[in-house]
């Protein structure tokens, strides 16, 4: 029951802009929320009949001006639960939504159920869709993919479907058949992460659209622990990136399948032109063998001078003179805007980390900000038994914290409320735990 003074509330609410609630009975209150722009309902145990009553405060009149709605980690399973939220969009009452995630939900054959709401409703207002560990396969990738054909979808921008185990090379194939007909020529996002059953052909038929240019926005391209994919799906995505040119993040480590073949193709994209785009490149875990000093030396002698996040851990092999070659010419200011690189878990010679370390030192001396990297290097196998020095390295230099203004007194339009004490499945509650971030939030428009 709400309290007597529910009906002040309910006048203060008017103005509310985002709203978190940690308590599943406490949607009884979301049709007083008639302006909210921003709802995260994480980690509350939110079943069919939570969705339900959502739904119901939605056709009500209210959130017609939600743009951010966050239902991650809930017990939203199946065609049932979700066909309420789809039913919202189909008859377009959430014209504003510009970010959904559900996250951690099996909603398995629920993006059926999601894809058919977009197809009817277009959903012109979505940009981002985070779809992590949601039990997504094949037939509901194909689906939603559908429904770009009729005129759903087409702003998106960001597709998360991070490790859903039963998604394969059928799922891939039809994200690259909608892309080949311009279907997704505003996405700046693509992961399709495992474990996954994604293949060399899913790889190869991704890599067809990427290389022609039919996703003309994409900056992200995310193929981490694809544990199918070889040498010949992941050379497949390498050529495409060199084709492409305009790749900002590349993810592609934990492929267990790769070896110095898969080397060699990601070090002839980084000896062209198109690598100076690289902000980010994650080739960690690889074994890349002997190719790993030809990765190494790519990037000493062709350095990508926008390259924030370096991450070559893991690959367990030796590329001693590149890696002193790279250290030198970071200590030339190859990489200007380097915030992180990581190394270990590979043979590297002291002088190496020697070099990085005072190169670091200097750039956080002179004010450079945060900078990890971490070098702890293997032993030589010829090496006799503690001949090797450690040199992992973790340093970061405090970010500032903006001063807090003095609190006023005047009249203010509250913007944040928070219902409820507890997290209802214990441990710390983190709305932005898995996605989306604070930044695309903060950026709703």
């Known amino acids: 029951m709400l309290p007597e003074s529910a009906s002040v509330l309910r006048v203060s609410l008017e103005f509310l802009q985002e709203v978190t609630l940690a308590d599943p009975y406490s949607l009884r209150m979301l049709r007083a929320f008639v302006n909210l722009e921003q709802l995260s309902l994480t980690n509350n145990k939110i079943d069919a009949y939570g969705i339900a009553a959502f739904a119901e405060a939605v056709r009500a009149g209210a959130m017609r001006q939600l743009s951010v709605l966050q239902l991650d980690e809930n017990n939203i399973c199946g065609s049932a639960a979700v066909k309420p939220l789809a039913k919202l969009f189909a008859s377009k009452l959430l014209p504003a939504l510009r970010i959904l995630s559900l996250n951690r939900n099996i909603i398995h054959e629920g993006l059926v159920d999601l894809a058919k709401g977009f197809r009817e409703g277009h959903a012109s207002a979505l940009r981002a869709l985070y779809l992590y560990r949601s039990g997504v396969d094949d037939v509901g990738v194909e689906a939603l993919c559908e429904s770009l054909a009729h005129g759903a979808l087409p702003n998106l921008e960001k597709l998360h479907l991070e490790h859903n185990q039963e998604m394969g090379d059928r799922a891939a194939v039809a994200i690259a058949g909608a892309a080949t007909t311009g279907l997704l020529n505003n996405l700046e996002e693509l992961h399709i992460p495992g474990p996954n059953r994604v293949g060399n052909a899913g790889c190869h038929a991704l890599a067809k659209p990427i290389s022609e240019g039919r996703m003309p926005k994409l900056l992200h391209c995310n193929v981490h622990q694809t544990l199918l994919v070889g040498d010949d799906g992941f050379s497949a995505i390498m ?26 193709a990601a070090a002839a994209f980084l000896r062209s032109e198109a690598a100076a785009s690289l902000i980010s490149l994650h080739l960690g875990y690889n074994r890349l063998g002997e190719s790993f000093e030809q990765v190494v030396d790519a990037l000493a002698t062709n350095p990508p001078k926008r390259m924030k996040n370096l991450l070559l851990y893991g690959c367990q092999a ?128």
């Open 239 to 264: 050529d495409a990136a060199r084709q492409f040119g305009k790749l900002e993040h590349l993810t592609a480590g934990r492929l267990t399948r790769l070896t110095s073949a898969g080397g060699m």
């Open 318 to 445: 030796d590329a001693g003179p590149a890696l002193v070659a790279l250290a030198k010419s970071l200590q030339e200011g190859s990489m200007p805007e380097l915030e992180r690189i990581e190394l270990k878990s590979n043979v590297i010679p002291i002088e190496v980390a020697d070099s990085i370390r005072e190169t670091f030192r200097k750039r956080m001396e002179g004010g450079g900000g945060t900078i990890i990297f971490s070098l702890e290097p293997m032993r030589r196998p010829s090496s006799p038994a503690g001949a090797a020095t450690t040199a992992a390295i973790s340093v970061s230099a405090p970010l500032p914290v903006p001063a807090t203004a003095a609190p006023s007194h005047a009249t203010f339009t509250l913007q944040r409320f928070i219902l409820g004490t507890a997290n209802l499945l214990g441990g710390d509650w983190n709305p932005y735990q898995f996605a989306p971030k604070p930044a695309d939030i903060a950026d709703t428009g």
